[in-house]
C-alpha cells in the first residue's frame, strides 16, 4: 500500500515520519509554520534579521528549545529509517493498519510491563499456595545449618574484603579477633553457608518456572501447530514484512516477553548459581530478540524461536524438583531426557534450521540491511550461550557413566561446604548416647572413676 500523494504545500516527508505515523504518534496533517516569538510577551512573532552577526546570535539563544526538539526529530527520523530496519522497497508504512488487518505496533510493548508485574504476584502465591505444601508432600525440608556467632572483625572482613580469606589472611584475623585459627576457619564456613538459598527455596523456584514452560510450551504448540511455517520455515518470509498480527501471537509474545522481563525484576532475589552473569546476558539477549522482532514483523521467526527454547526448560526444572526430592533415579533419567532434547533442539534444530533461515536464505531475497544484521547478531550471542550450557551439560551426563558416582549435581550451583568438627561432634553425641548408658544389655563402668572406687 503506498503512502498518499503529498501535497503541493507540504514540504517533503522523511523516513522518520512513517515510523510515527505507523505507530500512531502523528496524524496525516500539513505542519504549521514555526514562529519565533519575542521573551517579553511571548505572543507577538517577532522577524529577525538573520544576515547580522548578532541578530542571528539572538536567534539561536531565543529558539534554542526548538533547536533542540528538531535536533531530537532528525536524530530520530535518521535511527528509525526504512533502510536499516527493512529490505529496499519496504517500510514502516507496510505496517500500518488497513483492511481490517491488525500489525505488531511499538506502544504494544508497554502491556509487557503490568504482565511482568502480574507475574511476580502470582509467583509469590503460587509458592506459598503450591510449591510449599508439594514440597512437604515430597518430604523436602531445609538441612539444620549452625549460624556464625555474632564477630563484627569476621562479619567486616567477610563483608568487604572476601569470603574466602588465605591462610595468612586467617592467621592475622585469628590475632585481631582473639579466636584460634580453627574457630576463624570454622566461622567462615558457618558465614558462607548462611548465604547460600536453602533446598526448599531452590525447589519453590523450580516448581514455579516448571509450571510456566510446561504451559507455555504447550501454549505454543497450539499457536503454530496448524502453521506452515512450523513445517516448511522458509515459509516465515512469505508475504514479509506485511503479515497481519493473529490474536493467538500477540498474546504468546506479550506472556512470553512479561516473564522474562519479570525474571529481571526478579534476578536480585533468585537463586544464584555460577552461570550467573550467562543467565542474565541470556535474558537480556532474550528479551531484545523478542522486541526487536515484534517491532519488525519477524514475528514466525520469533514464535519459533521461543517453542524451541520451551521444549526442553520444562525438562530441566522437572529434574531439579525430584533431585531436591531426593528421587535421584527418576532425577537421573529426567535430566538424561532433558540433555537429549537440549542438544537436538538448541545445538541442531536453532542453528541448522532456524539461523539458517533468517541468515542463509533471506539473503536470496533482499540485500543485507542493518536490522538483518542486529537479529542474527543476537542469535549468535544465544547460540553461543546454548553451546557453554551444553558442556555443563555434557559434564553432568559424563557421571553417568560405570565407575562414577552416577548422581546427577548441578554444576552451576555453589555447594554447600560441611562443617566437619560440628558433624563429628553430632556423632560423637550420638555415639554417647547409645553406647554410654547400655551396651549388650549391660552397664559400662564410668572410666573417670578410680579403681578404689
Known amino acids: 500500500m503506498k503512502a498518499p500523494p503529498r501535497r503541493e504545500d507540504e514540504p517533503p516527508r522523511s523516513r522518520g515520519d512513517a515510523f510515527r505515523r505507523a505507530n500512531g504518534y502523528i496524524a496525516d496533517t500539513a505542519p504549521r509554520e514555526q514562529v519565533h516569538r519575542c521573551g517579553t510577551c511571548c505572543r507577538c512573532p517577532v522577524r529577525f534579521d538573520t544576515s547580522n552577526q548578532y541578530s542571528f546570535l539572538c536567534v539561536s539563544f531565543l529558539s534554542g528549545p526548538f533547536v533542540t526538539a528538531e535536533m531530537l526529530s ?13 529490505p529496499e522497497g519496504h517500510g514502516w508504512a507496510d505496517l500500518t493498519d488497513r483492511d481490517g488487518q491488525v500489525f505488531p505496533k511499538t506502544q504494544d510493548l508497554w502491556a509487557t510491563i503490568p504482565i511482568a508485574l502480574c507475574f511476580l504476584v502470582c509467583r509469590q502465591i503460587f509458592e506459598r499456595t503450591v510449591a510449599t505444601p508439594f514440597a512437604a508432600l515430597l518430604g523436602v525440608s531445609d538441612k539444620q545449618r549452625f549460624r556464625a556467632p555474632p564477630n563484627p572483625i569476621l562479619e567486616s572482613y567477610f563483608c568487604s574484603t572476601s569470603k574466602h580469606p588465605t591462610p595468612s589472611s586467617i592467621e592475622s584475623l585469628s590475632k585481631q579477633s582473639g579466636c584460634s585459627v580453627r574457630q576463624v576457619q570454622r566461622w567462615f564456613r558457618r558465614r558462607r553457608n548462611q548465604d547460600r538459598p536453602s533446598k526448599l527455596k531452590k525447589f519453590r523456584e523450580a516448581c514455579w518456572r ?15 501447530i496448524d502453521k506452515p511455517w512450523l513445517h516448511d520455515m522458509k515459509q516465515m518470509w512469505d508475504g514479509f514484512p506485511k503479515m497481519p498480527l493473529l490474536p493467538s501471537q500477540y498474546w504468546y509474545y506479550m506472556i512470553e516477553l512479561g516473564f522474562y522481563i519479570s525474571l529481571i525484576f526478579s534476578v536480585a532475589t533468585d537463586v544464584k548459581r555460577k552461570d550467573f552473569k550467562e543467565q542474565i546476558i541470556h535474558h537480556v539477549a532474550t528479551i531484545s530478540l523478542i522486541s526487536f522482532s515484534w517491532l519488525v514483523n519477524y514475528i514466525r521467526a520469533g514464535t519459533l524461536i521461543m517453542l524451541v527454547h520451551d521444549a526442553s526448560d520444562y525438562l530441566m526444572e522437572s529434574a531439579k524438583i525430584f533431585n531436591y526430592a531426593g528421587w535421584k533415579k527418576t532425577c537421573n533419567i ?41 537479529f542474527n547478531g543476537l542469535m549468535l550471542v544465544l547460540q553461543a550461550l546454548h553451546i557453554f550450557w551444553a558442556v555443563l551439560i555434557l559434564r553432568m551426563v559424563v557421571k553417568f557413566l ?27 553425641q550420638r555415639e554417647k548416647f547409645k553406647n554410654g548408658h547400655v551396651q549388650n544389655g549391660h552397664t559400662l563402668l564410668n572410666n573417670n572413676h578410680s579403681k578404689a572406687d
Open 210 to 224: 516448571f509450571t510456566f514452560y510446561l504451559l507455555a510450551f504447550f501454549a505454543g504448540l497450539a499457536v503454530l
Open 74 to 86: 532528525r536524530l530520530s527520523e535518521q535511527i528509525w529509517a526504512d533502510w536499516i530496519w527493512f
Open 334 to 374: 529426567i535430566f538424561t531426557v532433558f540433555a537429549a532434547v537440549f542438544i537436538v533442539t538448541r545445538l541442531v534444530i536453532l542453528p541448522f534450521w532456524i539461523i539458517y533461515t533468517t541468515w542463509v536464505y533471506p539473503l536470496t531475497l533482499y540485500p543485507p540491511f542493518l536490522g538483518f544484521y542486529f
Open 402 to 428: 560405570p565407575g562414577n558416582q552416577g548422581i546427577v549435581e548441578d554444576e552451576r550451583s555453589d555447594k554447600e561446604e560441611t562443617d566437619s568438627e560440628d558433624e563429628a561432634e553430632g556423632r560423637e
